[in-house]
Structure formats: C-alpha cells, structure tokens
C-alpha cells in the first residue's frame, strides 16, 4: 500500500504541521491555540487554521470516510486545551448535528467523533440528544456572511434536560462565519442552556472579525 494511502501515515503525524511522530509535534503545542469569535460574540478556540496538512485531514475525514483521523484529531485539540485551560474538567461537549437525512448518507458525524475523543481524553462527556438539526438546507459553502446566517434561521432545535447542564460546549470540524455556531447557541438558548464556547478542529479564511 502507498504510504499517503495507508491510515497509520496519518495517525503518526502532527494534524497541524505533517511532522512524523505524535497527533502534535512539540514545535506545535508551543504555539498558542488558534481562537476567533463569532457575530454573536461566541469565542471559538482550535487547533490552527483549516489550511495545509491540517486542512488535508479534515478534508479526508468528512468527505472520505477516514474516520481513523478524528482520533489524532481530537488528542490534539485535547492538548491544546489542556495546555491553554479553555476547557474546564467535567464539561459537556454538543457536538454541532447533522440533519438526519445527512448522516444517513454520510454514515457517521465528524464533529460527534472528534467530540468522542475530547472527551476521552479531558474529563468531558458528550451530549447528542439535546440539540438536533430539524432542516436540511442548502449547503453553506460558497455563501456570504449574510446568505449563511439567513439560511440557517430556525434549521435547530434544542430539547431541555431533565437535569440542567453547565459548563456546555459546542464542538465543530471547521468554523468559518460562525453563523452555524450561533444558530445552535441560540436554539439551546430558548430552551435554558447557556454556550460557554466553542471547541473547532479548524478556523476557515473568511472567520469573523475579531478572529
């Protein structure tokens, strides 16, 4: 098999750089987390930009089935956070949904992985039935600022625990505007839960301003 084809060649490689060795060389936890803020003033910390190879295994895990890649994925955000201590112990982590139809053509959520693996590895859990993707609308890619936040108007649905929860926050592959980030927050918002920030693998060109 060719190297650049066979998952172990990711699974050794820093997911921000391409180094050989660990899910983050030592060069790359030394440099500060990667953070934004969304419209709504939501902060966004991540592990670096969604460009070059960091990019190339976000690429390869939400559209080529290499679900392999959320776990070096999601050691390395787990690092970061930890070294940066934007993640308090015992939080909840809400992966951002797909709508129904999506995932059933996908197979799987990629925020949900990487989500899965954070938590393992920060003292988290993971949450998927408080906040769900009622409608399927066009995709996101390819519009402005404006077209995105229109377009995700009431496309979220949140359902109030039994227990209240604290510390909540959202996970996401990729943020770009934000405007998906703060068309979650608002819906777990009308139902009593409060966002304390967002945890990304990636912020896209074209993030929001203060970034």
């Not at 990667?34 to 930009?49: D, L, N, Q, W």
């Not at 015992?90 to 949904?97: A, E, G, H, M």
């Not at 943020?175 to 068309?183: E, L, Q, R, W």
């Not at 693998?201 to 929001?208: F, L, V």
Request: proline share 6%.
């Amino acid at each position: 098999m060719l190297p650049w084809l066979d998952p172990r060649h990711f699974l050794a490689h820093c997911v921000r750089c391409g180094t050989r060795g660990a899910p983050l060389c030592r060069s790359c936890r030394a440099l500060p987390i990667a953070t934004a803020e969304t419209p709504a003033g939501h902060r966004v910390s991540a592990i670096g930009a969604y460009a070059g190879y960091l990019g190339q295994c976000l690429r390869r895990l939400k559209y080529h089935d290499e679900t392999h890649l959320a776990f070096p994925l999601g050691r390395a955000l787990a690092d970061l956070l930890t070294r940066s201590e934007c993640l308090p112990r015992r939080s909840v982590l809400v992966p951002v949904p797909l709508h129904p139809a999506r995932l059933v053509e996908r197979g799987y959520n990629q925020s949900a992985l990487v989500g899965r693996v954070l938590a393992g590895n920060t003292d988290s859990r993971v949450v998927t039935s408080v906040l769900l993707r009622t409608e399927q609308r066009a995709a996101q890619a390819g519009l402005s600022g404006r077209e995105r936040r229109t377009n995700l108007l009431d496309a979220f649905l949140a359902r109030a625990e039994e227990r209240p929860l604290s510390r909540v926050f959202l996970v996401d592959d990729v943020v770009t505007t934000g405007s998906t980030i703060d068309a979650c927050s608002a819906a777990l918002a009308r139902v009593g839960i409060e966002v304390s920030g967002v945890l990304a693998c990636a912020i896209a060109d074209g993030r929001p301003s203060g970034s």
